[in-house]
T-cell receptor
């Protein structure tokens, strides 16, 4: 079946540090891949997406590359800010089956200290 | 409104009571999804609507859970005879089209606590 595994948190970094949050997936076919972010007290927001192999999604300084050979979609940012503190969810969506419902990882909580 | 709106934000009910959760999607969005998010976990799919048609309810955990979207806009998730394990945040999301590549827009959720 389809599943997403992401690194467990919490992750604590100092401001301007480099961030990597690992995400791997298992899926039949060719899924679309997403990173969603949940800031404290707010709802889930789409951060970035990639719909086919080798695509790179990017937004707000965050990047992730769809790697089919390693079934991975790791999230990276070169220099984190305190305002990036949030919970990050990796997710996939398959075109078959349930018309595109999202399958999420468990989430990784990021805390950035000044 | 500009985004997906869910009400109430918080709901406390006694075990055995029925509850109804409302979702008002972004105007014109064809697809509507319900998810359940337990504490410290990622959201899990419950059910999917394309306009008024409920095309997938494979994620509903039991027959106590029922969802509807009668006019293809507002949706209601109803839970009958609530149990403590139903305590969770219930998220609604909508997307403009259908298919796996469409980004989903989420509401802030309803936090349900069953005493």
């Amino acid at each position: 079946g389809n599943s997403v595994t992401q690194m467990e948190g919490p992750v604590t970094l100092s401001e301007e540090a480099f961030l990597t949050i690992n995400c791997t997936y298992t899926a039949t076919g060719y899924p679309s891949l997403f990173w969603y972010v949940q800031y404290p007290g707010e709802g889930l927001q789409l951060l970035l997406k990639a719909t086919k192999a080798d695509d790179k999604g990017s937004n707000k300084g965050f990047e992730a590359t769809y790697r089919k050979e390693t079934t991975s979609f790791h999230l990276e940012k070169g220099s984190v800010q305190v305002s990036d503190s949030a919970v990050y969810f990796c997710a996939l969506s398959n075109y078959g089956g349930s018309q595109g419902n999202l399958i999420f990882g468990k989430g990784t909580k990021l805390s950035v200290k000044p | 409104g500009a985004g997906v709106s869910q009400s109430p934000r918080y709901k406390v009910a006694k075990r055995g009571q029925d509850v109804a959760l409302r979702c008002d999607p972004i105007s014109g969005h064809v697809s509507l999804f319900w998810y359940q998010q337990a504490l410290g976990q990622g959201p899990e799919f419950l059910t999917y609507f394309q306009n008024e048609a409920q095309l997938d309810k494979s994620g509903l955990p039991s027959d106590r859970f029922f969802a509807e979207r009668p006019e293809g806009s507002v949706s209601t998730l109803k839970i009958q005879r609530t149990q403590q394990e139903d305590s969770a945040v219930y998220l609604c999301a909508s997307s403009i089209g259908q298919g796996g590549g469409q980004p989903q827009h989420f509401g802030d959720g309803t936090r349900l606590s069953i005493l």
